[in-house]
């Protein structure tokens, strides 16, 4: 894989890993740092399922305002060109993937790495693991699409206490809440989450990628709008190699064997 300042990357038979590469700093993201993963994403080379991991025992602590943003001149603009340039379109670009998503998150996810934990398909967390929106104790606002993706995942009471108090969640409590997939203890973190990512790339990846595609758009629609959606995606999944494949699987009582065709 190309070479990052930032970030690791590798495959894994069919799983993209990504991993946050800062462990000194807590894996703080510089602008720098969202660059690279969405370089990264902009040729899957085939994988079927992208992992976000990290080294050391944070997943990411948030951006790095001392050493990624307050480099002289207005802060003010440093950080809405950060957030337009590089922040926003990662985001995004992760939203636009046609296959699915897994992070693996161990101790802090605060800021924007939160936004980027939350925005797999699957967040699993380590038993050390606690998500933190902290900005209102720096008089700021969340962003990375916390906005938006918080009220949607755990409602608008919950969202406010993130955003309003700026205390921590611990992964225990995100998972009562129905923010992330499953909290398993640190050891077997970054197994589980290879594992599931491992699963994903094995399954049918059009219709994963259709699935993806119909969750984020039923979010912005209304529901006769959502099914007119599903049947137009249904129709085009019933073209697939996979289809076939899996109603052949059906009717022999065996495992199907998808090949994301």
Known sequence: MSAFE???????????????????????????MFTEIRAALADLG??????FASTGRAFCSGADLA???DRGGDPA???????STAYNPTMQAIARLDVPVV???????????????LAADFCVASDTAYFLQAFVNIGLVPDGGASWMLPRLIGKARAAEMMMLGERVPAQTALDWGMIHKVVPDQELDEAARA??????????RALG??????IGALETDYAAAMAAEADAQRDMR?????????MAFLAKRRPAFTGR
């Open 103 to 117: 992070s693996a998150v161990r101790g802090p996810a605060a800021g924007i790495g939160c936004s980027l934990a």
């Open 46 to 51: 085939g994988a079927r399922a992208v992992l």
């Open 67 to 69: 050493g990624g943003l």
């Open 6 to 32: 930032t970030i690791l990357t590798a495959r894994d038979g069919d799983v993209l890993t990504i991993t946050l590469n800062r462990p000194d700093r807590l894996n703080a993201a510089p602008p720098e």
């Open 77 to 83: 603009e440093a950080t809405h060109q950060a957030l």
């Open 239 to 247: 073209r697939t190699q996979d289809s076939v494949e899996g109603g």
């Open 196 to 205: 599931l990512a491992m699963r994903l790339a094995a399954g049918p990846t």
């Open 210 to 215: 259709a699935m993806r595609r119909a969750l």
